[in-house]
Antibody, heavy 123, light 106 residues
Framework: EVQLVESGGGLVQPGGSLRLSCAASGFTFSNYWMSWVRQAPGKGLEWVANIKEDGSKKFYADSVKGRLTVSRDNTNNSLSLQMNSLRAEDAAVYHC????????????????WGRGTVVAVSS | DIQMTQSPSSLSASVGDRVTITCRAS?????LNWYQQKPGKAPNVLIY???TLHGDVPSRFSGSGSGTDFTLTISDLQPEDFAIYYC?????????FGQGTRLEIK
């Protein structure tokens, strides 16, 4: 079964740091781009970052650029999100998401989602 | 940035109805996807590339459109279809979602 399981969420003070992890199983992790997508309480979906299969390319939302860093370990089938200088507006459920390319390149979409891990930012 | 605007923001319908949700992009996009999210759950992809049904998504779901205007149609609404629906463009970075359409039972 294809599965993504996030961990590492919690309560952190403004300006603090947190590291999220995502354990992937049931598929060849190194063959897929991966992503983080977040959802603030009662709000819609917000894309955070994408990372290429081999980690050589990364893309970020402007709202997190310079503060959040995505990385991956293909040996251990894991995705990470290092979160620094956290702000109140970073509070959300963070989903680890697999990217799949469609039949028409370069079309792609989010095809497998983890249940998410909760990040709360408060003093 | 490509802004995605969905309409309506919410709608009420009955089991068996046919409903249409619209998504408008602020610029032409060649890749438009639709997701369904139920309370407390992660989203699930329904349609990608505007009109391709994903996996075993029921055929009562359909998507159409191109350029800047796209629609998601659900025919013969079933009880399990009441959820929030999001469109999303993956044409260019930053990736953006619509604000969501809440489909409620009338």
């Amino acid at each position: 079964e294809v599965q993504l399981v996030e961990s590492g969420g919690g309560l952190v003070q403004p300006g603090g740091s947190l590291r999220l992890s995502c354990a992937a199983s049931g598929f060849t992790f190194s063959n897929y781009w991966m992503s983080w997508v977040r959802q603030a309480p009662g709000k819609g979906l917000e894309w955070v970052a994408n990372i290429k299969e081999d980690g050589s390319k990364k893309f970020y939302a402007d709202s997190v650029k310079g503060r959040l860093t995505v990385s991956r370990d293909n040996t251990n089938n894991s995705l990470s999100l290092q979160m620094n200088s956290l702000r109140a507006e970073d509070a959300a459920v963070y989903h680890c998401v697999r990217i799949r390319f469609g039949e028409i390149l370069p079309h792609w979409y989010f095809d497998v989602w983890g249940r998410g891990t909760v990040v709360a930012v408060s003093s | 940035d490509i802004q995605m605007t969905q309409s309506p923001s919410s709608l009420s319908a009955s089991v068996g109805d046919r409903v249409t949700i619209t998504c408008r992009a602020s610029q032409t996009t060649s890749c438009l996807n639709w997701y369904q999210q139920k309370p407390g759950k992660a989203p699930n992809v329904l349609i990608y590339s505007a009109s391709t049904l994903h996996g075993d998504v029921p055929s009562r779901f359909s998507g159409s459109g191109s350029g800047t205007d796209f629609t998601l149609t659900i025919s013969d609404l079933q009880p399990e279809d009441f959820a929030i629906y999001y469109c999303q463009q993956s044409h260019s970075f930053p990736i953006t979602f619509g604000q969501g359409t809440r489909l409620e039972i009338k």
